[in-house]
């Protein structure tokens, strides 16, 4: 079955190491090749997944982050009624206070669902532990249902046809291994394996992770911080090394920051 134009979107809240300057490469190389199957095992918010132009046969997204995956299925299965949720919320640090400290483990999951997506919003850097209240002197609200909605509208109808799971990465890549699936995986930088929570990713798992994916069928693809550990770990493999561009600062007294980073596969991309 070949592959289907799909209308990129943008993600609907900020993720911490979305992608986003390495996205437009990184899309190109996933969208010239040909798959049947596409499949990320740590999809965040979606900062590839969302910004891809080709759609194969199938589509399946992951991510072990409880709230994540919540986040996805409400927007999928229930998107009218969480809109509705939404609806009368605005941006407060009150309001944002009160969230970082409720257990989403209380919460139905459309509330689970909306506190995620509003402190996904206002939170500094799109951090996932450690909030604080984000503060933009040069840009409206953070959080206004009038200018989201369009996004929200975008991004379930683009969820459509797509699985969503809430598997350990692993699992997930065992399930879905066969000839013809594109697996890309965006985990958590090397030295920063707690930044996404605790218990969900531990440095020893990169050298497991290259185990696996060494015994592949598949292809895949993965972006990681250039470190001469993660060089060493994933030798095996195609190496590609790339500069990117991060902001730091206010819009007025931004600073460009370079680094390093690496594509990783196994195919000469």
Known sequence: MPQLDVH???????YLGGKRNLAKRLCAIIDRDTHDTYAE?????????????RRPRA??????????YTLFRMLQEHYVAFLDLLRFQITTQANFDRLVAVAPETLTDLQRAARFLYLQRLAFG???????????????????????EPDLEALHTRLSGVTVMNLDYAAFIDRLDRPGTLFYLDPPYYGNEGDY??????????????????????????????????RQIFAR?????????????????????????????????
């Open 197 to 230: 929570g605790p218990g969900l990713f531990t440095r020893a798992r990169f050298e497991d992770m290259a185990e696996q994916l060494g015994r592949l069928k598949g292809r895949f693809l993965l972006s990681l911080n250039d470190h001469p550990d993660v």
């Open 8 to 14: 990129p979107i943008r993600p609907i809240a900020p």
């Open 237 to 269: 493999f195609h190496l590609t090394e790339v500069r990117t561009t991060y902001s730091v600062g206010s819009k007025k007294t931004v600073e460009e920051a370079s680094r390093g980073e690496l594509i990783i596969s196994n195919w000469p991309v």
């Open 59 to 68: 589509e399946f997204i992951n991510d072990r982050h409880r709230e994540v």
């Open 41 to 53: 095992p740590f999809v965040g918010m979606g900062g590839i997944f969302l910004r891809r132009t």
């Open 126 to 148: 799109g951090k996932i532990s450690g909030r604080n209240f984000g503060v933009a002197t040069e840009r409206p609200a953070r959080f206004n249902l009038t200018t989201l």
